[in-house]
């Protein structure tokens, strides 16, 4: 019996809807990738190492088919040339449905020459095709004991060749759960607080860098690395420090501070969707593991860095979230979420499953970017703030960053509170340049805003940004 969820309706901007993908009693959506196969049908793999059709999938009544079974722990989907991309835990792999009756007629592995050791967290998430057509996947570093010994390539970026090549992009990544592709072409992951890794971030991923954590460095001296080994890594500095001891250290582009944006970000999409999706057209959407959100992200290159600024966006949701996916139906973008909480403590009141939001056109009273220019930053809004409101004291600035070191996490250290000294308002209210005294390089600066008003006297639909400022433009 599938039980019909597809009306639920959860408490956030009312500029979205969110409904359930109702699924059958016995099947469980331990959601480990999504992937659109176009006519309103998605493919789902699950943690348990399944991969479900879902046909109708907006409908009261989706059908499910089985499309494989026993794949070993896939996290990560794929549609391309005919083929369906898996990752699992000890390879990539490719799937085809030949005869239409979408199950599964062929697989073959791409590529195996990373190495598992039998740890648990070995996880392996992707794959994504850069724009010269190699695959990228994210390896987790193992946690606790290694009883079966330390397995190579464990807390790498591997890329690989569409021959089934693989070389080792990247290096100290912890626990990578999220890699995409930008509209640009550009690679970028998302990685989970812990040890070395002293907040949850997102982050550019460059042939060559080193993203801070230490434990599989050793592979650095494997013929398939194009990374050069980071030497003794530095516990205990601040991490903007850190760029002057380890030249290949990659600062992330985004910080995500503990709690007020998540605590476990995952899977991510950009909105490619033209405006069809809301007003936010070109950002970066960001599920979270721990707590049902989605994250929204407004990216900049700056002096040859990528950073900017997270906000909230939607919240809610039945469970953790794993993946982002876009769908159709009936000509509209849908936005796939796909949750699970196995293996992690989440928020929420169900375990598993796939939800769906849509725009339904009312635009919310929001910031919509945040900028740094010389001197502090430019917001624009998606409706015009009254000017009465938009003053200095309207502001409330901190800024603050972390240490790169081997405890789990790091609370934010070097607190400052950067003065609001003026807004200019421009473009009618749409755009406010605000003045700041104080700024810091390759530190986080968290705005709140919560004396803004619009015209009709109400508040934004949010009172917070955080803008993590690698380079000030034009220091």
């Known amino acids: 019996m599938i039980v019909p969820l597809l009306a639920v309706m959860i408490a956030m901007d009312p500029g979205w809807s969110v409904g359930t993908v109702a699924q059958p009693d016995d099947v469980v959506l331990e959601v480990g990738g999504m992937v ?11 943690r348990r190492g399944e991969s479900w059709v879902i046909e109708q999938a907006f409908s009261d009544e989706p059908v499910y088919t089985l499309y494989a079974d026993g794949l070993h722990e896939p996290l990560g989907l794929l549609k391309e040339d005919g083929w369906i991309y898996a990752v699992q835990r000890g390879e990539l792999s490719r799937m085809r449905d030949v005869d239409g009756d979408n199950r599964i007629d062929q697989i073959e592995t791409v590529c195996d020459d990373w190495e598992i050791s039998g740890n648990y967290h070995e996880y392996a998430f992707g794959p994504r095709i850069d724009k010269e057509g190699n695959f990228w996947v994210t390896l987790n570093k ?6 079966f010994g330390k397995a190579n390539w464990r807390g790498w970026a ?5 021959e089934g090549k693989m070389e080792g992009a990247c290096s100290g990544l912890r626990s990578p759960a999220g890699i995409e592709i930008s509209p640009g072409g550009e690679v970028f992951y998302t990685d989970n607080q812990g040890e070395w890794c002293g907040a949850s971030k997102l982050a550019h991923l460059e042939v060559g860098d080193f993203h801070g954590h230490p434990h599989g460095i050793d592979s650095s001296s494997l013929d398939a690395s194009l990374v ?6 530095p516990d205990g500095l601040l991490m903007p420090e850190v760029v002057g001891e380890i030249p290949h250290f990659k600062l992330p582009a985004v910080w995500f501070p503990y709690d007020r944006m998540g605590r476990s970000p995952s899977g991510m999409v950009w909105d490619t969707t033209g405006g069809a999706f809301g007003p936010f057209e070109g950002q970066v959407y960001v599920g979270d593991q721990y707590a049902p959100i989605v994250m929204r992200v407004d990216l900049e290159q700056v002096e040859g860095h990528w950073q900017g600024a997270c906000f909230p966006f939607l919240e809610g949701f039945d469970c953790g979230i794993t993946r982002l996916s876009w769908a159709e139906d009936n000509g509209s973008p849908v936005l796939l979420v796909g949750m699970t909480d196995r293996g992690w403590p989440s928020l929420g009141s ?4 796939v939800q769906h939001v849509r725009f339904n056109g009312q635009v919310p009273f929001a910031v919509k970017t945040m900028r740094a220019r010389p001197g502090g930053f430019r917001l624009t809004f998606t409706e015009s703030v009254d000017s009465e409101t938009a003053h200095p004291d309207s502001f409330t600035m901190r800024s603050f960053t972390y240490r790169l070191h081997s405890p789990y996490g790091s609370p934010e250290v070097d607190v400052d509170e950067p003065v609001i000294e003026s807004v200019k308002i421009l473009e009618g209210g749409l755009v406010l340049d605000i003045q700041v005294e104080g700024l810091r390089e390759g530190y986080v600066h968290e705005l709140e805003f919560p004396g803004l008003r619009n015209g009709d006297g109400d508040e934004l639909s949010h009172e917070r940004a955080c803008y993590t400022l690698i380079r000030v433009p034009g220091s």
């Open 350 to 353: 169900r375990s598993d499953g």
């Open 142 to 147: 193992p946690f606790g004991n290694e009883p």
């Open 228 to 233: 050069e080994h980071p030497g003794e890594v």
């Open 36 to 46: 659109s196969l176009g006519d309103g049908s998605i493919m789902v793999c699950t």
């Open 158 to 162: 591997v890329r690989i060749s569409p």
